[in-house]
């Protein structure tokens, strides 16, 4: 299954993200998880250590890899470049790996001020077509809210494109917005999944305001998810409520695609 999770900042996505990963992997599943958020924090949502992750540059940091790949530097206006740069090698020279997860950080594109960064978002969306269309492994990639980085000639391989959010109106109008940038680029199969939930009411609140998908969980108000950040670890690993929810909710979405 390919799978992007997506929703607003602090929803809970790379936990969700993260914990899918080991899920699956636990299941005998060869993983490949790319960190398309600016913020990167799926690596310890995987359960990667920190010393592992200071040790790996960004992608969309590696200047003389890009000019290498794309043919195009950083600031050169009117300079060509590669639209399909070769990228089928960096899952295996960039990567961390956890168990059977293997990790690739995309890394931030700077959006003014520096330059042109067309080579940069040549180079990453290459990236994620191959891995997305061409490898064979389970593919788990966690978005920030807008979905840029998916190209249209990837989005009719996603199997599944999940908005994490909290019982609150903000949080379904983020989901509503993903829901319009999928429509637009062709990505048909959109799931919710509702988190910090307390109780059957949270969850009422949800379904009533966003009828229109479909509903694969939910994921408690669970403060050892919050414990597991303070020390840098996975969920996964301190907590079972956490990985028997995101179990259940793996489940259901491959009921989804029966």
């Not at 992997?25 to 998880?33: E, P, T, W």
């Not at 990453?124 to 061409?134: A, F, P, T």
């Not at 009411?201 to 050892?224: H, T, V």
């Amino acid at each position: 299954m390919k799978i992007a999770v997506s929703g607003k900042g602090g929803a809970g996505k790379t936990t969700l993200a993260g914990v899918m990963a080991r899920v699956l992997a636990g299941r005998g599943k060869k993983i490949i998880a790319i960190d398309a958020d600016p913020d990167s924090n799926l690596a310890s949502a995987i359960g990667i250590d920190e010393q592992s992750v200071a040790g790996v540059k960004p992608l969309a940091s590696m200047e003389e890899f890009i000019a290498e790949r794309t043919g195009a530097r950083k600031g050169e206006y009117g300079s060509f470049f590669k639209l399909n740069p070769r990228v089928d090698d960096i899952p295996e020279r960039f990567s961390l790996t956890k168990d059977r997860v293997r990790l690739i950080i995309l890394g931030s594109i700077p959006q003014g001020g520096g330059g042109c960064f067309c080579a940069e978002n040549a180079l990453l969306r290459s990236l994620l077509s191959h891995v997305i269309i061409e490898r064979d492994e389970y593919v788990i990639v966690d978005l920030e809210a807008g979905l840029e980085h998916l190209g249209r000639g990837t989005t009719e391989y996603i199997d599944a494109l999940i908005v994490i959010v909290e019982p609150g109106k903000r949080s379904f109008q983020t989901a509503r917005q993903v829901k319009k940038l999928a429509d637009d680029i062709g990505i048909k199969k959109v799931y919710i999944v509702g988190n910090k939930i307390n109780d059957q009411q949270d969850k009422d609140f949800i379904r009533d305001n966003l009828k229109d998908l479909p509903i694969l969980g939910y994921m408690s108000q669970n403060e050892k998810i919050a414990e597991a950040d303070r020390k840098g670890v996975s969920p996964y690993d301190i907590d079972q409520t956490v990985r028997a929810e995101i179990t259940e909710i793996i489940d259901t979405l491959e009921g989804f695609g029966r």
